[in-house]
């Protein structure tokens, strides 16, 4: 039984590893002021999109430009379902008649969000996993433009690039969390499951891999699926956290963003997604009152306006010349 225990125990590592660290900035952050604490609850919502992008990126090794479609569509379904009905009435008249009455609660909405986002990743798979490699990739990129495109036009269901306005901007650091840590648990049980072994042994080798029986193809879409539903929730709650919703906040910038944390932090293990997505949040946040000339404690600093961008791109460039694995380097936060 104690045997039984610890090896539990062992193999939950990960995700407690990462829950700890999660929790510890959580509640740094509540001791800090109103702009920290919208920080931190930024930092658990990208954590969110970051973690279910690394379901399918980390375990495949198929690099995806495309995963801010599920954010996107999640985005927008929790808007849809959110807003209240008077203000849809007035917002987005062309709607069908049950659109405008739904007015769900934001577990429901993200649930629903993240059903969709799903469907769309079965359609996703059935035209991108016939590729392989930097095939694949651009396809996605090719799927993100043409999304976000019908986004910026569809004006009565989205508002086009006029934006959806009116959602509830009522999330926190207590509301975001579990959701962080619901996408943690989903990403190791799947990472721990024999669909996920057999998908990374694809990635180190897929012709061996598809020799010894492995359907590549098949392993690949039933990561990206349970991905797409991670990504469409986090898209809810970033829908969430902005209150305002356009067609250029679910796109290059947000891919990039994800891409960012999840290199930097290791993109080969569920605890280079968290570390990246910490790391990188924290960096961002201080460069970003740099940029507009705060103090750092004692230090006073004038404005340096680029200065995030800047400084962001070079880690980039840093990880990928001196530590290719990123921090993590592909090994799990564990004892």
Same mark, same amino acid.
């Given at each position: 039984?104690?045997?039984?225990?610890?090896?539990?125990?062992?193999?939950? @590592?990960?995700?407690?590893?990462?829950?700890?660290?999660?929790?510890?900035?959580?509640?740094? *952050?509540?001791?800090?002021? &109103?702009?920290?604490?919208?920080?931190?609850?930024?930092?658990?919502?990208?954590?969110?999109?970051? #973690?279910?992008?690394?379901?399918?990126?980390?375990?495949?090794?198929?690099?995806?430009?495309?995963?801010?479609?599920?954010?996107?569509?999640?985005?927008?379904?929790?808007?849809?379902?959110?807003?209240?009905?008077?203000?849809?009435?007035?917002?987005?008249?062309?709607?069908?008649?049950?659109?405008?009455?739904?007015? %769900?609660?934001?577990?429901? *909405?993200?649930?629903?969000?993240?059903?969709?986002?799903?469907?769309?990743?079965?359609?996703?798979?059935?035209?991108?996993?016939?590729?392989?490699?930097?095939?694949?990739?651009?396809?996605?990129?090719?799927? %993100? !433009?043409?999304?976000? #495109?019908?986004?910026?036009?569809?004006?009565?269901?989205?508002?086009?690039?006029?934006?959806?306005?009116?959602?509830?901007?009522?999330?926190?650091?207590?509301?975001?969390?579990?959701?962080?840590?619901?996408?943690?648990?989903?990403?190791?049980?799947?990472?721990?499951?024999?669909?996920?072994?057999?998908?990374? @042994?694809?990635?180190?080798?897929?012709?061996?891999?598809?020799?010894?029986?492995?359907?590549?193809?098949? &392993?690949?879409?039933? *990561?990206?699926?349970?991905?797409?539903?991670?990504?469409?929730?986090?898209?809810?709650?970033?829908?969430?956290?902005?209150?305002?919703?356009?067609?250029?906040?679910?796109?290059?910038?947000?891919?990039?963003?994800?891409?960012?944390?999840?290199?930097?932090?290791? !993109?080969?293990?569920?605890?280079?997604?968290?570390?990246?997505?910490?790391?990188?949040? #924290? %960096?961002?946040?201080?460069?970003?009152?740099?940029? @507009?000339? &705060?103090?750092?404690?004692?230090?006073? %600093?004038?404005?340096?306006?680029?200065?995030?961008? #800047?400084?962001?791109?070079?880690?980039?460039?840093?990880?990928?010349?001196?530590?290719?694995?990123?921090? *993590?380097?592909?090994?799990?936060?564990?004892?």
């Amino acid at each position: 039984m104690t045997n039984r225990l610890a090896f539990a125990l062992q193999r939950s @590592a990960p995700a407690i590893s990462c829950t700890v660290l999660v929790l510890a900035v959580s509640g740094l *952050a509540l001791l800090g002021s &109103e702009t920290t604490q919208r920080t931190a609850t930024q930092m658990l919502v990208m954590g969110v999109i970051t #973690v279910g992008t690394y379901i399918f990126v980390g375990n495949s090794g198929v690099l995806s430009f495309g995963h801010v479609v599920f954010v996107a569509v999640g985005a927008y379904a929790t808007a849809l379902t959110t807003i209240p009905p008077n203000l849809k009435h007035a917002l987005l008249p062309a709607l069908p008649g049950w659109i405008l009455k739904l007015n %769900l609660g934001l577990p429901e *909405a993200l649930l629903i969000s993240g059903l969709l986002a799903l469907v769309v990743g079965v359609v996703f798979s059935l035209l991108v996993l016939r590729l392989d490699g930097m095939a694949a990739g651009i396809a996605t990129l090719a799927l %993100l !433009i043409s999304v976000n #495109v019908v986004i910026g036009n569809w004006d009565g269901v989205t508002r086009g690039s006029q934006g959806m306005v009116g959602i509830p901007a009522d999330l926190t650091i207590g509301s975001a969390l579990p959701w962080l840590i619901g996408a943690i648990v989903v990403a190791l049980a799947y990472q721990l499951s024999r669909s996920g072994f057999r998908l990374r @042994a694809s990635r180190e080798d897929p012709v061996a891999a598809a020799a010894l029986g492995v359907r590549v193809r098949r &392993e690949r879409s039933l *990561a990206l699926v349970i991905s797409a539903f991670v990504c469409g929730v986090g898209g809810g709650l970033y829908a969430h956290f902005l209150g305002a919703l356009n067609p250029g906040d679910v796109y290059l910038q947000l891919t990039l963003l994800t891409l960012l944390m999840l290199i930097v932090g290791g !993109i080969r293990s569920l605890s280079g997604a968290v570390i990246g997505t910490v790391f990188i949040s #924290v %960096l961002a946040e201080l460069l970003r009152r740099v940029e @507009a000339g &705060e103090d750092l404690g004692p230090i006073s %600093l004038g404005p340096h306006p680029g200065i995030q961008q #800047v400084i962001l791109s070079m880690t980039l460039l840093l990880t990928l010349l001196v530590r290719p694995g990123g921090i *993590a380097g592909g090994r799990e936060l564990g004892w």
